[in-house]
């Protein structure tokens, strides 16, 4: 299994506090997603990195924000968790050759009441 | 093939049957497919991949089919097994994407003993 590991695995916080999920890897893999799974919805990309500092929006990337500072670690931060942000995140990572599949991370289960 | 509303498409098999799960995809400029499996409470995992010059390849007990001419993609499970049960979620990468993935809403696959 790639090395990826996702903290914390569970966690309950109130409506307007911030969160912060990491993504921790040991494959020195350049590209990094962070993805929300909601019933009905599948996996939908929040937002990706493709190197240290350089990330960008995927297509649910309003009240997220992120940052890579290393290779190894990438951060999604909840600014002010609402409701709507309760679901599983998954953390994956890709190599560097084109078309290779991603591996993803174990899942954060975040609920936001 | 893809969700309606909150629910997934489901398949219903016998243990030793073969299951042949559907997957539609719209944009035309995808070079590269995947297929994952993901059981409950984890994160996907890598089944088959298959690039846009190929229209099938084979794994162990697995077989993906592309048909570009319609923009359908299917996995085939042979004798399929109690532990395939799971959903299952096809993926693409969009030419020009920057290695994003963009994944189909996934079809529940249960295996009757």
């Known amino acids: 299994d790639a090395g990826i590991t996702q903290s914390p695995r569970h966690k309950v916080t109130e409506t307007g506090t911030p969160v912060t999920l990491r993504c921790h890897q040991t494959?020195?893999?350049?590209?990094m997603y962070w993805y929300r799974q909601d019933p009905g919805h599948g996996l939908r990309l929040i937002h990706y990195?493709?190197?240290?500092?350089?990330?960008d929006k995927g297509e649910v990337s309003d009240g997220y924000s992120v940052s890579r500072s290393k290779t190894e670690d990438f951060l999604l931060t909840l600014e002010s968790a609402t409701s709507s942000q309760t679901s599983v995140y998954f953390c994956?990572?890709?190599?560097?050759?084109?078309?290779?599949?991603?591996?993803f991370g174990q899942g954060t289960r975040l609920t936001v009441v | 093939g893809e969700s309606v509303g909150l629910h997934l498409p489901t398949l219903s098999v016998q243990e030793g049957d073969n299951s042949i799960i559907n997957c539609a995809y719209s944009?035309?400029?995808?070079?590269?497919f995947i297929w994952y499996k993901q059981e409950s409470g984890k994160g996907p995992q890598f089944i088959i991949d298959?690039?846009?010059?190929?229209d099938k390849r084979q794994g162990q007990r697995v077989t993906v089919l592309l048909n570009k001419t319609v923009k359908h993609l299917s996995l085939q499970i042979a004798a399929t097994q109690p532990g395939d049960s799971a959903v299952y979620f096809c993926?693409?990468?969009?030419?020009?994407?920057?290695?994003?993935?963009?994944f189909g809403k996934g079809t529940l696959l249960t295996v009757n003993p």
């Open positions: 494959e020195n893999h350049r590209y």
């Open positions: 298959i690039r846009s010059n190929m």
């Open positions: 990195s493709y190197g240290v500092k350089d990330t």
């Open positions: 944009n035309s400029a995808s070079d590269y």
């Open positions: 994956a990572i890709t190599g560097d050759s084109m078309n290779t599949e991603a591996f």
């Open positions: 993926a693409e990468n969009k030419r020009g994407s920057n290695y994003k993935l963009t």
